[in-house]
C-alpha cells in the first residue's frame, strides 16, 4: 500500500511540476528575473528569496537589478545545482534584447563576487553556494544587468562547463568563446553539433596546474586528450597535426576535492606529464576528420 501511495505521489507531482527547475532569486534593492526573455519574479527585498520555476528547457537565465543606495547585489539558486557566481555575464549596459535569447553576450565581463558582510546570510532560503554577484564597479554601479546562457538557441548545440586552474581559454575550431579565472567555477560554453575540434590554454600561477569541463554530449576531459607545452603555430585550429603531442596525463591532487561540482566527477583534471614543472599547458581533443564532408567552421551559437 505505502509503495502504491508513494507511485501515486510520484505521478501527481510529475503531472504539478513537470520537468521544471524551481529555485529562489533576489536583489539588492529592486530586480526582475527572465527566463528566455520573459519576466517571472520580481524582487523588491533582498532579505527574501523570492520563487521561481522555469522548463529544464531553458536557454537564458536574467537579472535586472537597481541598487537605490550602499552597495547592490545579486543572489539565486536553482534546484538543478546552479548559483549565481563568477560564471554569470553582467554589464551596466541595457543593451536591446539583453535578456533574451539571440543576444551576443560576448563583450560583457564576468560577475564579480561581492564580499560585503552587510548581508550576512540572508536570504537563508538560498543555498549557502550562491554568491552575490555584481559588476566590477561596486558601489560606483547602481543599475546592472547579468545573464547566463544554459545551451544553444537551436537545441541542437552541445552545451557543458570548464575550468583551468588557473587562468585559462577555452576554444571551439580555433574561435575563443569562454574564459575561466577561478578553477572553481565551472564557466559555461555551448558550440554547434558539428565542431570538430576542441581546446584549452592554460596558463598555471603557481602550486598545482589542471584543466577540466564535461559536455551535454557525454565527452569529458580524461586522457584522450593531447596536450603540450608548446604554443605550436595554429595548435587550436582545425587542421593542426598534434600527433607528436603526448596523451594527456590525468592529474590526482586532493587539493581540488570535487570542485566544481557543476562539472560531471567523470571529468577529470588533465595537465602534461611534467605535472608541476610545466606551467603553461595546451590541450586539444579533436571530434571529427576536419576533412569530413560538408563541415564548416565554427559559427557563434546566439
Known amino acids: 500500500m505505502n509503495l502504491i501511495l508513494v507511485t501515486i505521489?510520484?505521478?501527481?507531482?510529475?503531472?504539478?511540476?513537470?520537468?521544471?527547475?524551481?529555485?529562489?532569486?533576489?536583489?539588492?534593492?529592486?530586480?526582475?528575473?527572465?527566463?528566455?526573455?520573459?519576466?517571472?519574479?520580481?524582487?523588491?527585498?533582498?532579505?527574501?528569496?523570492s520563487q521561481v520555476s522555469f522548463p529544464d528547457t531553458a536557454h537564458v537565465l536574467?537579472?535586472?537589478?537597481?541598487?537605490?543606495?550602499?552597495?547592490?547585489?545579486i543572489r539565486g539558486s536553482f534546484?538543478?545545482?546552479?548559483?549565481?557566481?563568477?560564471?554569470?555575464?553582467?554589464s551596466t549596459s541595457d543593451d536591446e534584447g539583453w535578456?533574451?535569447?539571440?543576444?551576443?553576450?560576448?563583450?560583457?565581463?564576468?560577475?564579480?563576487?561581492?564580499?560585503?558582510?552587510q548581508w550576512g546570510n540572508e536570504p537563508t532560503s538560498i543555498s549557502s553556494e550562491a554568491k552575490w554577484i555584481w559588476t566590477a564597479g561596486d558601489t560606483a554601479d547602481r543599475h546592472v544587468f547579468c545573464r547566463r546562457r544554459l545551451r544553444s538557441?537551436?537545441?541542437?548545440?552541445?552545451?557543458?562547463?570548464?575550468?583551468?586552474?588557473?587562468?585559462?581559454?577555452?576554444?571551439?575550431?580555433?574561435?575563443?568563446?569562454?574564459?575561466?579565472n577561478d578553477w572553481r567555477v565551472g564557466f559555461p560554453v555551448v558550440f554547434p553539433a558539428r565542431a570538430q575540434v576542441l581546446a584549452f590554454d592554460c596558463l598555471d600561477e603557481g602550486v598545482i596546474g589542471g584543466i577540466r569541463g564535461s559536455f551535454s554530449n557525454g565527452m569529458v576531459t580524461d586522457s584522450a586528450w593531447k596536450c603540450s607545452t608548446s604554443d605550436d603555430d595554429g595548435w587550436r585550429e582545425l587542421r593542426f597535426d598534434d600527433s607528436e603531442w603526448q596523451n594527456a596525463t590525468i592529474q590526482t591532487h586532493s587539493q581540488?576535492?570535487?570542485?566544481?561540482?557543476?562539472?560531471?566527477?567523470?571529468?577529470?583534471?588533465?595537465?602534461?606529464?611534467?605535472?608541476?614543472?610545466?606551467?603553461?599547458?595546451f590541450c586539444r581533443r579533436r571530434l571529427r576528420s576536419a576533412t569530413s564532408k560538408k563541415v564548416k567552421t565554427f559559427e557563434s551559437v546566439q
Not at 81 to 89: E, N, P, R
Not at 168 to 174: I, L, S
Open 256 to 281: 581540488w576535492g570535487n570542485e566544481p561540482t557543476s562539472i560531471s566527477s567523470e571529468a577529470k583534471w588533465i595537465w602534461t606529464a611534467g605535472d608541476t614543472a610545466d606551467r603553461h599547458v
Open 62 to 73: 536574467a537579472f535586472d537589478c537597481l541598487d537605490e543606495g550602499g552597495i547592490g547585489g
Open 79 to 90: 534546484s538543478s545545482g546552479m548559483v549565481t557566481d563568477s560564471a554569470w555575464k553582467c
Open 153 to 180: 538557441v537551436n537545441g541542437n548545440g552541445i552545451y557543458g562547463e570548464v575550468t583551468c586552474d588557473n587562468i585559462g581559454e577555452f576554444f571551439v575550431d580555433g574561435q575563443l568563446v569562454a574564459s575561466s
Open 9 to 49: 505521489c510520484a505521478i501527481l507531482l510529475t503531472q504539478v511540476y513537470g520537468d521544471d527547475i524551481y529555485g529562489e532569486v533576489t536583489c539588492d534593492n529592486i530586480g526582475e528575473f527572465f527566463v528566455d526573455g520573459q519576466v517571472v519574479a520580481s524582487s523588491n527585498d533582498w532579505k527574501v528569496g
Open 99 to 117: 535578456s533574451g535569447l539571440g543576444f551576443d553576450d560576448s563583450e560583457w565581463q564576468n560577475a564579480t563576487i561581492q564580499t560585503h558582510s
